[in-house]
Every structure is written in C-alpha cells, then in structure tokens.
C-alpha cells in the first residue's frame, strides 16, 4: 500500500462544466460626476486626466496583484485572487484603493474618485472568459455587492464590505459606516471606511483576531527569537509551547514563523480523530508539498520519504520492532536532511492529537538535532501523552496573561469605542485567556456598533468561551445552518464537500452564508480558499452540538454515501474519519471495518498503542450488535490483530480471556471459512494455563487441521505440537513433529506468518531439534541443528524469530557449560535488541547474564536472577520455566544459601509433576540431590530423576544422573545400572560419557 498518492497516480477530477469556485476580492472604481466635468471642462485635457487616472489605476492594480476586467470611461472593475490564486487578495485590494488614492492627489486636475470593495466565493469561468471580452465573467456576491458600496461610497473614499474588512483589519485602519441601504443586499447595513495601513508583522496577526503586540508574551518571543538564532547557526534544539486552548499556542508559532520567512517553514498540522492514523500529518504535509510543488527540495523530499517508507512497509521479512525503528529513522532523517540543505522551522501544532508513530520520530529528531541547523516547535494542549516527549524538549508553559496585558489586547483588537466598565468586564470574564478576550471583544464591539448595551446582548450570561462561542454563531441568523453542516465535516471541510452537502440550497445561498460566518468571525479561508476552517475547535464543537442527534446521523450518512459513489474523496475523507462518520450514522458494522483496517495499517506502520485501543473500541462496538455471521467475522479479525499486541505489551495471561473468545468463535464458523483465522486459534494454545491444558490445545489443534489441509495451518498445527511434546518430555515424538512441519515450511509463506505468530516456525523446529537431539544424546545432530537455526534466523531479519533461535542456543550451550559460547551469545542479544528487547527476552538474558557472572566466581547474583525469574512468571511464560529455575537454585547454592536453594527446587518439582512441564524434572532432582548431600533423601531424588530421564528417552541427563550416583559415593541401584549399560554407549562420544562409562565399568 502507498504512502503517498503522487500526482501521476491520482484520479484527475474533471473541472465543473459551469466554472470554478473561487473566493475572489472585487473593487470597482467610478470618477465622481463625470457627466458634469464634460461640460466644465475642455474636452482634450479632461481626457489626458482621465487617462493618467487610468493609466495610474492599471499600474497600480497590476503592482498588487489585480487583474483589470473592465474599464469604462469613468470607472473600472478589478479583480484580485484571479487568475493567480493569492491568499493575500483582500489586503492587496485594499492597498491598491489607498494607493489609488494617494496617486490621484498627485494628478493635476484629477477629478475625484469612489472605491468600493466586497469579497465573497464566486464562480469563474473555466475557459479565460473575462467580462470585458463581453462573456459572462465572476458570478456571485462579490461584484454586485463592490458596485453597491461604491455607489454609497464618499468621495474620495474606500469603502469594504464586511468579509472584507474580516480579512484585513489587522492590517488597515477602518471607520464604520453605519446605516447603509443598498439595494438588494437588505441585510448589508454596514461597512468600513479605510482610513490608513497598520504595520502588520504577519499575515497571522492580519487574518486572524490575535494581538499584534502579543501582549504578555513579549519575553517569551525573545526566548523563541534566541532559540531560531542558535538553530540558524546550527545549534538546533526541541520546545513544547503547552497551554489550554485559546492560551495563544498557535498565535506564538505564528510569531515565529514571521521570524523565519527566510528559511524553509515545514508544518504538521495533526488533527482530531486521528490518533491511530500513523504518521497523518506527516504523510499530509508531503503530500500537499507533492501536489504545491512550489518547494523543489521539499517536493522531492516527499518522493524520497514515500519511496522509503513504502519499501519499510512491504519488506514483510522485518520485525515490528525493527520495522518501527526503521520508519521513525526514515522520518526524523529526512527533517535532518532538509536542514541541512536550509535552515528549518519544524512546526508540528496541537500535538495532543498526533498519532504515536509521529511522536517517537519527533522524539527520536528532539534527541539528534543539537548540531543541525533545525529548531523543532511543538504546540498542545496538556496531555499524558507527551510524557516521553518532554524529556527531550524544552517546555514553556504558557499560562493567563495578566490584566495589563489584556488591556492592550482589548485595544488592540476593538474596532469601536468601548467605555471602561465593558472593558473591566472583558477583563473579569476573560480570565487571562488571549482566544476569549478577543471573542469577547468582538462580541462587544458588535453590541456597541448595534447602539445596545453589553447586558441587553445576555453579556452577563455569557460565564464561559462555549457560551460566547454559541451567542456568536446564533448571531449570525440564517448561515448558522452551514455551520452546522459544516461542523459534521470536521473544524476543516473543503469547499466541494460542503458544495455537495448543501445542493438544496437555492443558487449563491452558500455563498452569503460563508460570507456571513466570515463577517462574524466564526471561519476563515485556508489553502486559497479551496479549504475552509473553523477558526478554532471550539467554534466547531459548538455548531456540532447545537444540532439534533437525528440530523448529524443524516449529514455522517451523506458524507459516507459521497465517498462510496467517488473514491476521489478518500484524499478528503481518510479511512479513519470515514470510519467516524460510519459510527456517527449508525452504520457501525461498515464503521468496525474500517477501525479495524486502519488499525492494520498502523501496525504495519508499527504502532502499537493506537491501533490496540482501535481494536478494543471495535470488539465493544461489535458486542453491542446482534449476532451476525459478518459481525462475528469482524470480531475475529479484529482479535486476530489485537492478540499479538495485548501479549507484546501486557504478557500472556492478559491475551488469554482474549483468545478464549477467539476460539469459542472460530469453532462456530464453516470448516471452509477458518483458515484465515488460524493465528486466533494459535493464539489460544499459546496462552494456555499450564502445560497439561496446552497439551489439550495442542492436540485439537492437529486433530483439527488434518494432514489435508493447507500446508502453513498444518504446519502451525504441528509447531503448536513440538513445542509442548518438548515441554512434557516426549523427545521422540517432538523430532517427528518436527520433521513433518519442517517438511511443509514455505520460505515466502513463513515470511508472512513469522509476524502473526511471533518468530519463524523453521527457526523454531530446528531450535527444538538441537535440545531434543541433546538430550536424548546425539550431540552431533544437536550442534548441527543449532548452527543451522541460527544461519535460517538471521536469513529471516526477523527480530523475533533472531531472537528466539539465540534463547534456544543459549539453553544448548548452558546444557553444555559451553561459557565462550554463552558470552557469545549474550553479545549479539545485546547487539539484537539493546534496551528494546520484549519483556520475557530481557528477563531471560537477566537471568542467563546471572548464572554466567556465577561461573566465573562473581558472587552476588541471586537477586537479578530471581527478579528475571519473577518477571517470566509474570508475563505468564510457561516454556523453560524449570530450566531457569534450576539455574537460580544453583546460584543461590553458590552464593551459600543451601536451605534457599532446596525450597526452590521443592517448589518447582512439585510444580513440574503437576503441570507436566517434566522435560527438565530430572536435572532439578538432580541437583536436588546434591544439594542434599547424599542419604536417602539425595537417593530418592535421583532415582525418580532416572526414571523419569528413561521414559522420555532423555539419555544425557540420565548419564548426568548415573555420575552423580558415585560423586555421592551413593549406590547404584540395579536397575539403574541396568538401564544405564544399554543407553549411554549410545550417546555421542564426550567427557561424560566416557566418565560413565568408566563408573558402570563398560
């Protein structure tokens, strides 16, 4: 599955065949009187004035981005934001009237003039037609509206509609006009007259209420301002601007964006809902670069990360473990890469919505940039998330600015007078928060503009940001509704989505409404107009919930049913947002799909976190449905998925009750629908109590995937097998389990089942053949068995299957005493798996690293081994118990803690005597007998510890057995002897062998 839709890739939708939506800013210019100046004037110099106006207007228009449409002889119409896309197009409309009028000052006998101003979505033809070429050109409220406010307009004067003014306030001086009447536009009763520019330092502080003084942060931007001079010159560095919502996080990282226009500026933007979706909002930020193409480096920066990622993802022969360090390093690098081309400004904003993947690699880049040329600048609301995060970055927690501070706020933001005592009460509600002292301004400057006081408008009602959030959207009337509907969409929705959802509206009645929500601002325009955004969550929450439960599952339904019938739209709508509108309408077996698809698709992302809570939202979604074949199908898929993970993380005991459930249901499926399934019912052998119940589990599980059937199930069936004939000591029947798996195994088909069932069934049959081969005394076959495991292991570069052919190494050269081979071994575990090696693997090499210190005369390890020996037990492992157990009595004995040793021993051979793990019974009553010390307590252990080593064939251990008997000076019984005479010729020649030999006087 791609990354990255590259542009050769996607589907081209075709263009409306009535025009493109386009929010466009008109001006419409008219020389006042100029039926009168024909006749007081001569005709020839009135036309050279009328001409360098003109002359005067195109330049000026052409040097602010305008496109002339339309020149009469007294006047003209301009276009800006067309045909070039400007976000810009309001500001530079404006400016381009002023510097009309300060051109027209400087004309001799230049007549006056009259500019009015109005900005709204249009629709352009998509074929160059222009108004002037006589065809029909923007179409919309705009152009009829700037002809009206010119018509009222003053003289000399620039007069802007209110979307107008919305979008450049911060950047012009502006006088209301109240009391207006133009015709067809009855709800238009106000304007703004331009009086002068405003030194804006940013387009943020221009486009959106925020101070352009930034009250009270004026030390905390120095800070900033410090922290991108360091990075410029390569010392990078990571910071987390925290706070609540509304504090000004984003108004910061707008500051500091103005501070660093000459670098390269990168922004990941993370989103609600859409925790489990690995690596969104890097994915979104390349691939909208992709598609810009505006940025070469950053274009080919996406190609690059795409290409690498796609190659992590489909090489199915890694481990999650070493698939997820993969991809985090591909991230984090290709942020250092560009660096190193350019300084740059990572700016990843509300990172309490960002998924864990982004995380780890923005903690694994927090933890590399300290020589590059990269300052990193986290922005989120407080969040238990980012604990690990924290570590790495600095943190500037920005909390409530004080009452100074929000006086020059208030100033800063208020277009109209307003007396102390409305201020004081900005003050007082506003509670230091920089996002509710400028609602609450607004709100109250609309109160003083009406010619009504705060307390008639409910302002003393208004006791918290949602409750002035919910006056400001009541207050503006009709177009609330699409804020509603666009509510359903998310705090962004692209225009041609919400076009769709709203088709019943009659013609240009989305238009006003948008304008209208931009008058009060409640939205703003993003990505040049093709994106609109709520201008905060909160703004979102409120119109989501100011609607009947009834009409959002309808609007969710819509949108799910747009998607369905054109898949182009996945781009908008991505699989897990899709899936929240499936939930949201109440299709929720479509909606556990689509968790459960994005959840695979995030582990093979390799997280783990988020897709584990997908999958449990699933199964709980799917408990509260009647019975289904498809319901039950979805269960099983989603346990399929959530199995691995709950064991990973929490042990084997903690997937149990999971499994249970999986098998109970993979049962009742059709014996031709099972297959898929098979690693539920794997899952459920492998979390079995003890050993006799996984026996009982091993056995149906071959009973029921016959030699006939598929060969990797039969081959699962057969691992499931071996592994617990091992446990309980039946070597002969283990190697032929063993052979007949082996037989089946497909190098392609265990590259994909190593993944769902934790390591590589070969690795593990030939791990098993060399301990059976051991044991029962054919050392050779054992030392070729484990060379080969560990060549097929590292063939796989699976980290699991790695690891588990080095834990059964390990144990051959622990049977051996082989101490070189041991710290071998312990070494390339280390090298392996570091500090990130799964639990059970680390309390294993705990315990090994133990017993080999002991070899070599360090005294003192007791304590780790038994802490590692707790932390198996706890993790629920079954497998091997014994044989650590009997390690950790035999460090305690040498640590002198006889009568400690023994009670562990005690414990553990009554523990394997009911359980049936027995494999490694007779070691542990063996040494139980030495511990002992001879008598008849050393001789009954050593004669049950013969007699279970002859019924499982375990030829080595009964030699071991025999040499103990005479280092005891206890002895022999005869049939003891007996046994040992016609078994231990047998076994491969070595040190011991002949030293029983010599004993039994062979």
């Given at each position: 599955?791609?990354?990255?839709?590259?542009?050769?890739?996607?589907?081209?939708?075709?263009?409306?065949?009535?025009?493109?939506?386009?929010?466009l800013?008109?001006?419409?210019?008219?020389?006042?009187?100029?039926?009168?100046?024909?006749?007081?004037?001569?005709?020839?110099?009135?036309r050279?004035?009328?001409?360098?106006?003109?002359?005067?207007?195109?330049?000026?228009?052409?040097?602010?981005?305008?496109?002339?449409?339309?020149?009469?002889?007294?006047?003209g119409?301009?276009?800006?934001?067309w045909p070039d896309?400007?976000?810009?197009a309001?500001?530079?409309?404006v400016?381009?009237?002023?510097?009309?009028?300060?051109?027209?000052?400087?004309?001799?006998?230049?007549?006056?003039?009259?500019i009015?101003?109005?900005?709204?979505?249009?629709?352009?033809?998509?074929d160059?037609?222009?108004?002037?070429?006589?065809?029909?050109?923007?179409?919309?409220?705009?152009?009829?509206?700037?002809?009206?406010?010119?018509?009222?307009?003053?003289?000399?004067?620039?007069?802007?509609?209110?979307?107008?003014?919305?979008?450049?306030?911060?950047?012009?001086?502006?006088?209301?006009?109240?009391?207006?009447?133009?015709?067809?536009?009855?709800?238009?009763?106000?304007?703004?007259?331009?009086?002068?520019?405003?030194?804006?330092?940013?387009?943020?502080?221009?486009?959106?209420?925020?101070?352009?003084?930034?009250?009270?942060?004026?030390?905390?931007?120095d800070?900033?301002?410090?922290?991108w001079?360091?990075?410029?010159?390569?010392?990078?560095?990571?910071?987390?601007?925290?706070?609540?919502?509304?504090?000004?996080?984003?108004?910061?990282?707008a500051?500091?964006?103005?501070l660093?226009?000459?670098?390269?500026?990168?922004?990941?933007?993370?989103?609600?809902?859409?925790?489990?979706?690995?690596?969104f909002?890097?994915?979104?930020?390349?691939?909208?670069?992709?598609?810009?193409?505006a940025?070469?480096?950053?274009?080919?920066?996406?190609?690059?990360c795409?290409?690498?990622?796609?190659?992590?993802?489909?090489?199915?022969?890694?481990?999650p473990?070493?698939?997820?360090n993969?991809?985090?390093?591909?991230?984090?690098?290709?942020?250092?890469?560009?660096?190193?081309?350019?300084p740059?400004?990572?700016?990843?904003?509300?990172?309490?919505?960002?998924?864990?993947?982004?995380?780890?690699?923005?903690?694994?880049?927090?933890?590399?940039?300290?020589?590059?040329?990269?300052?990193?600048?986290?922005?989120?609301?407080?969040s238990?998330?980012?604990?690990?995060?924290?570590?790495?970055?600095?943190?500037?927690?920005?909390?409530?600015?004080?009452?100074?501070?929000?006086?020059a706020?208030?100033?800063?933001?208020?277009?109209?007078?307003?007396?102390d005592?409305?201020?004081?009460?900005?003050?007082?509600?506003?509670?230091?928060?920089?996002?509710?002292?400028?609602?609450?301004?607004?709100?109250?400057?609309?109160v003083?503009?009406?010619?009504?006081a705060?307390?008639a408008?409910?302002?003393?009602?208004?006791?918290?940001?949602?409750?002035?959030?919910?006056?400001?959207?009541?207050?503006?009337?009709?177009?609330k509704?699409?804020a509603?509907?666009?509510s359903?969409?998310?705090?962004?929705?692209?225009?041609?989505?919400?076009?769709?959802?709203?088709?019943?509206?009659?013609?240009?009645?989305?238009?006003?409404?948008?304008?209208?929500?931009?008058?009060?601002?409640?939205?703003?325009?993003?990505?040049?107009?093709?994106?609109?955004?709520?201008?905060?969550?909160?703004?979102?929450?409120?119109?989501?919930?100011?609607?009947?439960?009834?009409v959002r599952?309808?609007?969710?339904?819509?949108?799910?049913?747009?998607?369905?019938?054109?898949?182009?739209?996945t781009?908008?709508v991505?699989?897990?947002?899709l899936?929240e509108?499936?939930?949201?309408?109440?299709?929720?077996?479509?909606?556990?799909?689509?968790?459960i698809?994005?959840?695979?698709?995030?582990?093979?992302?390799?997280?783990?976190?988020?897709?584990?809570?997908?999958?449990?939202?699933?199964?709980?979604?799917?408990a509260?449905?009647?019975?289904?074949?498809?319901?039950?199908?979805?269960?099983?898929?989603?346990?399929?998925?959530?199995?691995?993970?709950?064991?990973?993380?929490?042990g084997?005991?903690?997937a149990?009750?999971?499994y249970?459930e999986?098998?109970?249901?993979?049962?009742?499926?059709?014996?031709?629908?099972?297959?898929?399934?098979?690693p539920v019912?794997?899952?459920?052998?492998?979390?079995?109590?003890?050993?006799?119940?996984?026996?009982?589990?091993?056995?149906?599980?071959?009973?029921?995937?016959?030699?006939?059937a598929?060969?990797?199930?039969?081959?699962?069936?057969?691992?499931?097998?071996?592994?617990?004939?091992?446990?309980?000591?039946?070597?002969?029947?283990?190697l032929?389990?063993?052979s007949?798996?082996?037989?089946?195994?497909?190098?392609?088909?265990?590259?994909?089942?190593?993944?769902?069932?934790?390591?590589?069934?070969r690795?593990?049959?030939?791990?098993?053949?060399?301990?059976?081969?051991?044991?029962?005394?054919?050392?050779?076959d054992?030392?070729?068995?484990?060379?080969?495991?560990?060549?097929?292991?590292?063939?796989?570069?699976?980290?699991?299957?790695?690891?588990h052919?080095?834990?059964?190494?390990?144990?051959?050269?622990?049977?051996?005493?082989?101490?070189?081979?041991?710290?071998?071994?312990?070494?390339?575990?280390?090298?392996?798996?570091g500090?990130?090696?799964?639990?059970?693997?680390?309390?294993?090499?705990?315990?090994?690293?133990?017993?080999?210190?002991?070899?070599?005369?360090?005294g003192?390890?007791?304590?780790?081994v038994?802490?590692?020996l707790?932390?198996?037990?706890?993790?629920?492992?079954?497998?091997?118990?014994?044989?650590?157990?009997?390690?950790?009595?035999?460090?305690a004995?040498?640590?002198?803690?006889?009568?400690?040793?023994?009670?562990?021993?005690?414990?553990?051979?009554?523990?394997?005597?009911?359980?049936?793990?027995?494999?490694?019974?007779?070691?542990l009553?063996?040494?139980?007998?030495?511990?002992?010390?001879?008598?008849?307590?050393?001789?009954a252990?050593?004669?049950?510890?013969?007699?279970?080593?002859?019924?499982?064939?375990?030829?080595?251990?009964?030699?071991?057995?025999?040499?103990?008997w005479?280092?005891?000076?206890?002895?022999?019984?005869?049939?003891?002897?007996?046994?040992?005479?016609?078994?231990?010729?047998?076994?491969s020649?070595c040190?011991?062998?002949?030293?029983?030999?010599?004993?039994?006087?062979?």
């Open positions: 599955m791609s990354l990255f839709k590259k542009r050769a890739d996607k589907t081209q939708s075709k263009p409306d065949e009535d025009g493109e939506r386009r929010q800013t008109v001006l419409f210019y008219d020389i006042v009187g100029s039926t009168s100046l024909v006749t007081d004037h001569d005709p020839e110099d009135l050279a004035a009328l001409n360098r106006i003109h002359i005067a207007a195109r330049n000026i228009f052409a040097e602010h981005g305008g496109s002339l449409e339309q020149v009469l002889g007294d006047g119409m301009v276009y800006f934001g896309i400007s976000e810009d309001a500001l530079q409309s400016e381009a009237a002023l510097a009309l009028l300060d051109a027209r000052a400087e004309i001799p006998l230049a007549p006056d003039i009259r009015g101003i109005a900005t709204s979505v249009v629709v352009m033809s998509t160059g037609a222009s108004a002037s070429a006589g065809q029909l050109g923007a179409v919309g409220v705009a152009p009829n509206l700037a002809s009206r406010l010119e018509s009222v307009c003053g003289i000399n004067e620039v007069l802007v509609s209110a979307a107008t003014h919305a979008l450049t306030h911060r950047a012009i001086r502006y006088t209301a006009r109240e009391g207006l009447a133009l015709r067809g536009f009855p709800d238009e009763t106000r304007a703004w007259r331009a009086t002068g520019r405003i030194d804006a330092r940013t387009r943020f502080a221009r486009d959106r209420d925020a101070s352009a003084t930034l009250s009270g942060r004026a030390s905390d931007i800070m900033l301002a410090k922290l001079s360091d990075a410029e010159t390569g010392a990078g560095t990571a910071i987390l601007i925290e706070g609540e919502p509304g504090i000004g996080k984003s108004r910061m990282a500051e500091l964006i103005a660093a226009k000459a670098a390269r500026v990168v922004i990941l933007q993370c989103q609600p809902r859409t925790e489990a979706d690995a690596l909002s890097v994915i979104r930020m390349y691939d909208q670069a992709y598609e810009d193409g940025d070469d480096a950053l274009a080919k920066a996406a190609v690059h795409a290409d690498a990622l796609g190659a992590l993802e489909e090489r199915e022969t890694l481990s473990e070493a698939r997820r993969a991809i985090i390093g591909a991230v984090s690098e290709g942020f250092i890469a560009l660096a190193r081309q350019k740059l400004l990572l700016l990843a904003e509300d990172l309490h919505w960002a998924d864990e993947v982004t995380l780890a690699a923005l903690e694994r880049l927090a933890c590399t940039l300290s020589g590059e040329r990269l300052l990193l600048v986290a922005t989120s609301r407080p238990d998330r980012l604990v690990d995060l924290r570590e790495y970055m600095r943190v500037l927690d920005l909390g409530p600015i004080d009452a100074q501070s929000a006086r706020l208030i100033a800063s933001v208020a277009w109209t007078t307003l007396t005592q409305t201020r004081d009460w900005i003050i007082e509600k506003g509670d230091g928060n920089p996002l509710f002292l400028i609602e609450l301004t607004a709100h109250a400057c609309d003083a503009a009406a010619g009504g705060l307390d408008h409910s302002g003393a009602q208004l006791g918290s940001l949602r409750d002035l959030l919910a006056a400001r959207l009541e207050s503006a009337g009709r177009a509704r699409t509603q509907i666009a359903v969409l998310g705090r962004d929705y692209p225009l041609h989505l919400l076009v769709r959802l709203t088709r019943d509206y009659p013609p240009f009645e989305l238009d006003a409404d948008l304008q209208r929500l931009n008058d009060h601002g409640l939205k703003e325009a993003i990505n040049n107009g093709e994106v609109y955004q709520f201008r905060h969550a909160l703004i979102r929450d409120v119109a989501y919930d100011s609607q009947l439960r009834a599952r309808r609007l969710h339904g819509q949108i799910v049913d747009l998607v369905d019938a054109d898949p182009s739209l781009d908008d991505p699989a897990i947002l899936a509108h499936c939930l949201a309408a109440d299709r929720v077996l479509r909606g556990i799909g689509l968790l698809d994005v959840a695979d698709d995030a582990i093979r992302r390799s997280a783990l976190h988020a897709p584990r809570a997908l999958l449990e939202r699933a199964l709980t979604l799917a509260g449905l009647d019975a289904s074949d498809e319901r039950d199908g979805l269960r099983l898929r989603a346990i399929a998925l959530l199995g691995p993970l709950v064991t990973l993380l929490d084997h005991r903690a149990a009750s999971l249970d999986g098998q109970a249901l993979y049962f009742e499926r059709p014996v031709d629908a099972r297959q898929r399934f098979f019912l794997w899952g459920w052998w492998f979390t079995a109590s003890d050993l006799l119940e996984q026996t009982r589990r091993s056995e149906i599980l071959i009973r029921y995937v016959p030699p006939d598929d060969r990797e199930s039969r081959l699962q069936a057969l691992h499931c097998g071996w592994a617990t004939l091992f446990d309980g000591g039946a070597h002969d029947r283990c032929a389990a063993i007949e798996g082996l037989a089946l195994y497909d190098p392609q088909e265990g590259a994909r089942a190593r993944h769902l069932y934790g390591h590589d069934a690795v593990c049959g030939l791990g098993e053949r060399a301990l059976c081969a051991w044991l029962t005394g054919s050392l050779e054992s030392a070729k068995a484990i060379a080969a495991c560990e060549i097929w292991s590292d063939k796989t570069d699976h980290l699991g299957s790695r690891l052919g080095l834990d059964i190494a390990m144990q051959v050269a622990v049977f051996r005493h082989d101490l070189e081979e041991i710290d071998r071994i312990l070494s390339r575990i280390e090298s392996l798996a500090a990130d090696a799964a639990p059970a693997i680390a309390a294993k090499r705990q315990i090994f690293r133990g017993w080999r210190a002991a070899r070599a005369g360090n003192g390890q007791i304590d780790a038994r802490e590692g707790r932390a198996l037990r706890s993790f629920g492992v079954l497998e091997d118990t014994p044989f650590y157990a009997d390690i950790a009595a035999d460090i004995a040498r640590d002198g803690q006889r009568d400690q040793a023994l009670g562990m021993l005690e414990d553990e051979i009554a523990q394997a005597r009911e359980t049936g793990l027995t494999y490694w019974l007779p070691e009553l063996r040494r139980k007998a030495v511990l002992s010390g001879g008598g008849a307590v050393a001789g252990a050593l004669e049950e510890g013969a007699t279970v080593a002859l019924e499982q064939g375990a030829h080595m251990l009964l030699a071991r057995n025999v040499a103990t005479h280092a005891l000076s206890i002895s022999v019984p005869d049939a003891v002897r007996h046994a040992a005479k016609q078994r231990v010729p047998g076994i020649d040190p011991l062998r002949t030293q029983v030999l010599h004993a039994l006087d062979l």
